[in-house]
Structure formats: C-alpha cells, structure tokens
Nanobody, 122 residues
Framework: QVQLVESGGGLVQPGGSLRLSCAASGFTFNIYGMSWYRQAPSKERELVAG????????TYADSVKGRFTISRNNAKNTVYLQMNSLKPEDTAVYYC???????????????WGQGTQVTVSS
C-alpha cells in the first residue's frame, strides 16, 4: 500500500540545522509532485515547500525562503527538506505529502505521512 515515512526530526537550537527525509513506497514515485507541510500547536497545517515530479521546479512558503531547501532522489524514492537557520517559530510537526505540482502551484492529496516533530529551542 502507499506509505510515506518521515524521519530526521528532533530538538535543535536556534540557528541550527536539520535534514528531514520522507521515504515513499507503494506507488510510482517519479510521477508525483511531493511536498512538506507543517502544523504547529493550535495552528492550521501549512505548505512549507513543494517540488515537481522531476525535481526541477520548487515552491516555498515566504517564511522559509532562503533557509529551507526541498529536494528529491527518484532513484531512492525519497524527498528531503534541508532546514538551516532554524527559528523557534519553525517548531511544528512536519508532514510529507504526495500530490501534484503544476505551473508553480502544489496541489496536495490526502496521502500523508505520520509526521516528525521539529522543536527549535535553546
């Protein structure tokens, strides 16, 4: 069956870095756009970054532009989120999503991973 398994979260100090990974299985990975969303306590889930199926096109939330980088390895069926210069407001559960990327916009589906907690605190 379709599975998305996130890893790489943890506790990091402000200004630090983390790299999240999402391992996909059960579907043809290279025909789907992929993305990372996050949800902080008492807030709605929001798009952090999306990437096209071939990895050429990306989109980012304004709050993470210049700090986060989304990438993918289609040979390994994995999407990554490199997070640098982390801030306390980046604290959230980060989720991987399988969807569609078209004309600069990412369209999510109801296929989600279980999430990985990222906590930025001193």
């Amino acid at each position: 069956q379709v599975q998305l398994v996130e890893s790489g979260g943890g506790l990091v100090q402000p200004g630090g870095s983390l790299r999240l990974s999402c391992a996909a299985s059960g579907f043809t990975f290279n025909i789907y756009g992929m993305s990372w969303y996050r949800q902080a306590p008492s807030k709605e889930r929001e798009l952090v970054a999306g990437i096209s199926n071939g990895g050429v096109f990306t989109t980012y939330a304004d709050s993470v532009k210049g700090r986060f980088t989304i990438s993918r390895n289609n040979a390994k069926n994995t999407v990554y989120l490199q997070m640098n210069s982390l801030k306390p407001e980046d604290t959230a559960v980060y989720y991987c999503n399988r969807g569609r990327y078209s004309s600069g916009t990412y369209y999510p589906s109801e296929t989600w991973g279980q999430g990985t907690q990222v906590t930025v605190s001193s």
